[in-house]
């Protein structure tokens, strides 16, 4: 299985700001993921970001509120833009690895709290 | 789009006993289903999964069960321990289809009591 590891592991930001979360994967792999969950709540998908070329993004997550880069197949960053308190959540990267079906692992996720 | 229903809820049994924890998903695309086991402050760890050729799979005391034509699947744990008290997810995918999004269930929150 792939190591995953995030910076920060957890951060408290201020209404307005911006903060960029960073992925580091310990092996290369084609497909990478971000994901919210919410106090309480199951796993939502922000985006997918594969290396050269952009994120596609889900309904309800757009790219100027959650911009995203993947400059190499170890690595990816998620900022979340201009916070409000709604986007106090955690965020996890995720990666598929592994052969054939392809494992899904994540990461330790970020808790991000907006005040 | 995939929708993954998740029942129940929340799960209360005593130590010993089985528990069985059951989804249901819309995508006929879909082709591949982990189970995620969630321990409070931590990441979602696979636990077992099963693809869509297959009817059921086993693993010491976690097996899965599909059925394709329904659109079902579910998860039964035996012999509950305290520590397998956690929040489990269910999930559906497309995998090599072009997909490989995962969708999650809504999650079952599992108490074993001693």
């Known amino acids: 299985s792939a190591v995953i590891s995030q910076k920060p592991s957890r951060d408290i930001c201020q209404r307005g700001t911006s903060l960029t979360i960073q992925c580091q994967v310990d092996?290369?792999?084609?497909?990478m993921f971000w994901y919210r969950q919410q106090p309480g709540q199951s796993l939502t998908l922000i985006a997918t970001a594969n290396q050269g070329s952009e994120a596609t993004y889900e309904s309800g997550f757009v790219i100027d509120k959650f911009p995203i880069s993947r400059p190499n197949l170890t690595f990816s960053t998620l900022t979340v833009s201009n916070m409000s308190p709604e986007d106090s959540s955690i965020y996890l990267c995720s990666v598929l690895s592994g052969t054939g079906i392809h494992e899904q692992y994540f990461g330790p996720g970020t808790r991000l709290t907006v005040t | 789009g995939e929708n993954v229903e998740q029942h129940p809820s929340t799960l209360s049994v005593q130590e010993g006993d089985s528990a069985v924890i059951k989804c249901t998903y819309s995508?006929?695309?879909?082709?591949?289903f982990p189970w995620y086991k969630q321990e409070l402050g931590k990441r979602p760890q696979l636990i077992i999964d099963i693809r869509s050729n297959v009817g059921e799979k086993k693993d010491q005391r976690i097996a899965v069960t599909l059925n394709k034509t329904a659109k079902h699947f579910s998860l039964h744990i035996t012999e509950t321990q305290p520590e397998d008290s956690a929040v489990y997810f269910c999930?559906?995918?497309?995998?090599?289809?072009?997909?490989?999004?995962?969708?999650f269930g809504a999650g079952t929150r599992l108490f074993v009591k001693a």
């Open positions: 999930a559906a995918s497309p995998r090599n289809t072009g997909g490989f999004k995962t969708i």
């Open positions: 995508d006929s695309a879909s082709n591949y």
């Open positions: 092996s290369q792999v084609t497909m």
